[in-house]
Nanobody, 121 residues
Framework: QVQLAESGGGLVQPGGSLTLGCVASGSRFSIDAMAWYRQAPGKQRDLVAQITSGDRTNYASSVKGRFSISRHTGNNTVTVYLQMNSLKAEDTAVYYC?????????????WGQGTQVTVSS
């Protein structure tokens, strides 16, 4: 089992910045990819950014040039960050961390609990 813990959401003014973090922890696991999704009220959950085990990144067109995804490997943990700059009202959503992992030869897909990001003056 891999546990995920998200942090960093909140209220920010338009044009401001926020950094989200998601720590994946567990024993004997490897990461295939980590990603951030978001879901606004009444809308579907959409991919925001993804980073693979080879550090290839992929962004939604709406956030390219404003958001940056990165990751850091620690002792039995892997943390994925989402640096969000030049935030707009339309970035308001619940942001979810997603991890595709392998543990003991079995593939798993995990979701974080979600963190609210509100962009408003």
């Amino acid at each position: 089992q891999v546990q995920l813990a998200e942090s960093g959401g909140g209220l920010v003014q338009p044009g401001g910045s926020l950094t989200l973090g998601c720590v994946a922890s567990g024993s004997r696991f490897s990461i295939d990819a980590m990603a951030w999704y978001r879901q606004a009220p009444g809308k579907q959950r959409d991919l925001v950014a993804q980073i693979t085990s080879g550090d290839r990144t992929n962004y939604a067109s709406s956030v390219k040039g404003r958001f940056s995804i990165s990751r850091h490997t620690g002792n039995n943990t892997v943390t994925v960050y989402l640096q969000m700059n030049s935030l707009k009202a339309e970035d308001t959503a619940v942001y979810y961390c997603n991890v595709a992992a392998q543990q003991y030869g079995v593939k798993y897909n995990y979701w974080g609990q979600g963190t609210q990001v509100t962009v408003s003056s």
